[in-house]
C-alpha cells in the first residue's frame, strides 16, 4: 500500500495536546488525572491512523477533543491549518459538517424512540441537505448493506451488526472528510466485525474519506491502518507505518502489545480486504 504524504494533505493537525481532569473524591479531596500529555500527529486526506494502546491511555478524550465533546486543557487542533477553537459561524458548521464519528456501543449512541430512517436523516435536516431526503437516505442505507425497509424500524428491532451499520449510515449523511472511529467493533460478533471492516475500507477507497481509528484491536489495525501511533500514558511512544509497527517495532510498549495477540499470522487467514 502506497503511504499518504500527509505533509502534502493535512486535514486534521494535533499538537501538543494535553488534557487534565480535575476529580473529587467521597471526602471532597481534589484530584487530577492527566489523560493526555503532549499528543501530536497528523491525519492526512484518504488515510486512515490507527491510534492504539491501552484503555485509560487516553486516545478516547483525544477523540473527543477533535470532535469539540471536550476542552484541551492546551494544545491546538486545527482543521486544514485552521484552529478549531477559533472557528466561529460558516467554518464552524462546516467542520462539524466534515467530521463525524462512529462510537464504541451502537445501541447508546442511538435514540431508541426515533426510527432508524429518521435517524439517519437527522443529520440532513442539520446540515440543511438540499438535495432529495428520500433518495439519499435509500442511497446511504445501499453504502451500508441495509435494505430500504429498515427506514421503519427501531433500534431495538435492529441486530448489533445491524446498529452499526445504521451509525455508519448517519455519520455519513453529512457527507464527512474524515470520521472519529472510538473502538466500532468491540460491541460485535467476529463475523460481524469482518465485514464492518470490509465497509470501512471501501468507504475510505470509493470516497476518499479520512478514518482516525481508536482501538486496541491488532486486527482491526492490520486490516484497515495506513499508519499507526502507539499511546501509553496519555503520550505517544511510536509513531511508524503500518507495515514497520507489524515487522519492526521500536518501543518496549509496542513489542508487548503485539506480543499479547496470540498469532498474529493468523490474522492474514481471515477474508478482509486491505
Known amino acids: 500500500m502506497k503511504a499518504i504524504n500527509t505533509e502534502e494533505k493535512k486535514l486534521i493537525e494535533v499538537e501538543e495536546l494535553y488534557k487534565t481532569f480535575r476529580l473529587r473524591d467521597g471526602m471532597h479531596k481534589r484530584h487530577s488525572i492527566e489523560a493526555v500529555r503532549g ?25 473527543r477533543i477533535i470532535l469539540g465533546l471536550e476542552k484541551p486543557t492546551s494544545g491546538i487542533v486545527r482543521y486544514k491549518g485552521d484552529d478549531i477553537r477559533q472557528l466561529t459561524g460558516e467554518k464552524k458548521r462546516e467542520y462539524r459538517k466534515a467530521v463525524q464519528a462512529v462510537f464504541q456501543d451502537p445501541h447508546s449512541s442511538l435514540n431508541p424512540k426515533m426510527r432508524i430512517g429518521d435517524i439517519i436523516s437527522e443529520p440532513l435536516a442539520n446540515f440543511t441537505y438540499k438535495g432529495n431526503y428520500q433518495e439519499r437516505l435509500a442511497r446511504l442505507l445501499e453504502i451500508v448493506g441495509l435494505t430500504g425497509d429498515f427506514i421503519w424500524r427501531y433500534p431495538h428491532q435492529c441486530s448489533g451488526g445491524q ?30 466485525q469482518t465485514q464492518i471492516i470490509t465497509l470501512f475500507n471501501s468507504l475510505k477507497k470509493q ?10 484491536d491488532l486486527r482491526a489495525v492490520r486490516a484497515m491502518a495506513d499508519r499507526v501511533a502507539v499511546t501509553y500514558l496519555g503520550r505517544i511512544v511510536e509513531a511508524s507505518e503500518k507495515r514497520a509497527f507489524f515487522e519492526n517495532p521500536v518501543h518496549p510498549y509496542s513489542q508487548s502489545l503485539l506480543e499479547a495477540v496470540p498469532s498474529i499470522d493468523g490474522l492474514q487467514k481471515l477474508k478482509i480486504t486491505i
Open 163 to 192: 446498529k452499526q451499520r445504521v451509525a455508519i449510515a448517519r455519520a455519513l449523511a453529512a457527507d464527512p472528510e474524515a470520521v472519529i472511529l472510538d473502538e466500532p467493533l468491540s460491541a460485535l460478533d467476529i463475523s460481524i
Open 39 to 63: 499528543i501530536s500527529f497528523c491525519l492526512g486526506k484518504g488515510e486512515t491512523l490507527a491510534l492504539v494502546g491501552e484503555s485509560g491511555g487516553g486516545k478516547t478524550t483525544v477523540g
Open 207 to 216: 470516497h476518499g474519506i479520512s478514518f482516525l481509528l481508536i482501538t486496541h
